[in-house]
């Protein structure tokens, strides 16, 4: 499963969501990662907090730029189960393209 958040506004809860969402896909025995491609770098920001109550990460959580993601996010596919992509407030190229193509019901 790959999930891409996307919302044009700041602010929605997309960081939480997408940490929520890898989270559950462990509880479901997959192996998870979550990429930041948001600069404000919430979701790594928040996955630092089990580090610092001296817990263990249960999830990879990567920032990654926008060259970065074009290169990086087809290899961590190739190994990972489920990626969650946390997408910034704006619909742009790179958005679009992570996007899947729109289908007819």
């Not at 979550?34 to 580090?51: G, H, K, N, Y």
């Not at 990567?62 to 189960?81: F, H, N, Q, T, Y």
């Amino acid at each position: 499963m790959n999930v891409v958040l996307v919302n044009q506004e700041e602010g929605v809860g997309k960081a939480r969501l997408a940490l929520r969402l890898a989270g559950e896909s462990l509880l479901r025995g997959s192996c998870a990662a979550l990429i930041d491609a948001d600069p404000v770098a919430s979701a790594v920001d928040r996955s630092d907090q089990p580090t610092r109550e001296r817990r263990p990460r249960l999830f990879g959580v990567v920032g990654l730029a926008r060259a970065a993601m074009r290169r990086e996010a087809p290899a961590l596919a190739r190994v990972i189960d489920d990626i969650v992509i946390d997408r910034p407030p704006r619909l742009d190229e790179l958005t679009r393209l992570a996007l899947p193509p729109p289908t007819s019901c």
